[in-house]
Nanobody, 112 residues
Framework: QIQLLESGGGSVKPGGSLRLTCVASDDSFKVYQMYWFRQTPGKERERIASISSGRRTWYAEAVKGRFAISRDDAKNTVYLQMTNVKTEDTAVYYC??????WGQGTQVTVSS
């Protein structure tokens, strides 16, 4: 079973930037569509970005123009570059492969 490990979360001020990283455990990564989700207490898990094996991208309206998803198949890694962050972006962020395999999550807290 492929495994996913997120990193890069932390505390950031409104308007600031963070880059989240998700590393997959084996080369099957290259055939998977990859996703970033986020979740806050009392809300359902929200899909915010995806990237196909051919590097076609999709973004939820709430993050469009501020976040960018990318992948490096040589490193079995997907990234989420977060810029101009807002307090509403505070959440646990999860990496997902093929809408099936989940990472453990990484906390992002946006506050002044």
């Amino acid at each position: 079973q492929i495994q996913l490990l997120e990193s890069g979360g932390g505390s950031v001020k409104p308007g600031g930037s963070l880059r989240l990283t998700c590393v997959a455990s084996d080369d099957s990564f290259k055939v998977y569509q990859m996703y970033w989700f986020r979740q806050t207490p009392g809300k359902e898990r929200e899909r915010i970005a995806s990237i196909s094996s051919g590097r076609r991208t999709w973004y939820a309206e709430a993050v469009k123009g501020r976040f960018a998803i990318s992948r490096d198949d040589a490193k079995n890694t997907v990234y989420l570059q977060m810029t101009n962050v807002k307090t509403e972006d505070t959440a646990v962020y999860y990496c997902n492969a093929a809408m099936n395999i989940w990472g453990q999550g990484t906390q992002v807290t946006v506050s002044s």
